[in-house]
């Protein structure tokens, strides 16, 4: 899993997952994601949870719109 987060100078975070790519292991990942929670699903949401934590920490980013 690949992610990126970026801190706007407009009080805004974007955080960016890579998707699956298009071999045959991709598209049975984009399938399990239809009817199972995937672990890329778990480290995704560990990442946010992450994220949000360092933001609240650090002074300049306190005051962003989440």
Known sequence: MCSVS???F???VY???RGTDFTIVGW???FM???Q???AQRYAAKYN???NKVIRIVPEF???IY
């Open 49 to 51: 949870k992450i994220v």
């Open 37 to 39: 929670v995937v672990p």
């Open 10 to 12: 407009y009080n805004t």
């Open 15 to 17: 955080i960016a997952f």
């Open 28 to 30: 049975c990942e984009d």
């Open 62 to 64: 306190s005051n962003m």
């Open 6 to 8: 970026y801190y706007s």
């Open 33 to 35: 994601m239809g009817y």
